[in-house]
């Protein structure tokens, strides 16, 4: 079948039918990212078929009810909090931008940057001098090729994150700065060795686009002086534990005296 830059495509035999965006088509490759879950494959030809209307209309009702779904939950009436900020990076601008709007719609206030995943580490540091966020996330794609759950060479971004994780805790202490780091089938485990907070993805799974913004939130609209619920976060994360984990982790919100 004849495949476009920009098409909707799914992968033949994907039991989750996840909507694909075609970026490139190259000597018979085509390169897709998904539409609304942070993964990125490239197939053959003949391993995909245009997306159905059905097909595409399902994944988009999923995505509009899990928006509505975080934001049906109101902020505080009263205004003698500050909540925490967030410094979002991802190397996927079309995720980026809804979780912005995510970000905005709870009230929450964000700096979103576009980076490539191996651009992060060398820019992180001088980023948080500028901005001074409380909460950082650090996400885009990844992928585990399932050749050996242990050895980072077996994920194509994983390593990336990591470096970044790295040069934020050697300015910042996890009691300054929350990091939140990872993306589809990141080496949950190595992130979390390494200094994020919370991290994907526990059970090598691929996550939605909302789900590192969703641990930011509950974050950011958390005590200082409360650890805290990722159990609550993950009631809104459709894989829920599968996909997020991470540790004992105050939030940034402070009420005024």
Request: proline share 3%; hydrophobic share 40%.
């Given at each position: 079948m004849a495949v476009a830059v920009s098409d909707l495509v799914v992968v033949i035999g994907d039991p989750q039918q996840i909507i694909y965006v075609v970026e490139k088509v190259d000597a018979g490759k085509i390169y897709i990212s998904g539409l609304h879950y942070r993964i990125r494959k490239i197939a053959a030809e003949s391993e995909v078929l245009p997306a159905t209307p059905?097909?595409?209309?399902?994944?988009?009702k999923k995505t509009e009810a899990y928006f509505q779904n975080i934001t049906s939950v109101r902020r505080k009436r009263n205004k003698n909090y500050l909540l925490g900020t967030i410094l979002h990076i991802d190397g996927d601008k079309k995720y980026l931008d809804k979780c912005l709007e995510l970000y905005k719609a709870v009230g929450i206030f964000a700096n979103g940057i576009t980076l490539d995943e191996d651009e992060i580490a060398g820019k992180i540091q001088s980023l948080i001098y500028e901005l001074a966020p409380d909460i950082i996330v650090v996400t885009g794609h990844d992928v585990y090729n399932q050749q050996g759950i242990k050895d980072l060479n077996n994920y194509s971004n994983s390593y990336n994150f990591i470096k970044s994780v790295r040069k934020i805790r050697e300015i910042k202490s996890r009691?300054?700065?929350?990091?939140?780091?990872?993306?589809?089938?990141?080496?949950?485990?190595?992130?979390?060795?390494?200094?994020?907070?919370?991290?994907?993805?526990?059970?090598r799974i691929n996550i939605h686009t909302f789900d590192p913004a969703v641990i930011a939130i509950k974050t950011a609209t958390t005590s200082f002086s409360k650890i805290v619920s990722l159990s609550d976060a993950l009631r809104y994360i459709d894989k829920g534990a599968d996909a997020f984990g991470g540790i004992e982790t105050y939030g940034k919100m402070r009420l005024f005296l």
């Open positions: 059905q097909q595409i209309a399902l994944e988009q009691t300054d700065t929350t990091i939140i780091a990872g993306a589809c089938q990141s080496h949950f485990e190595a992130l979390i060795a390494n200094g994020a907070d919370f991290a994907s993805s526990p059970k």
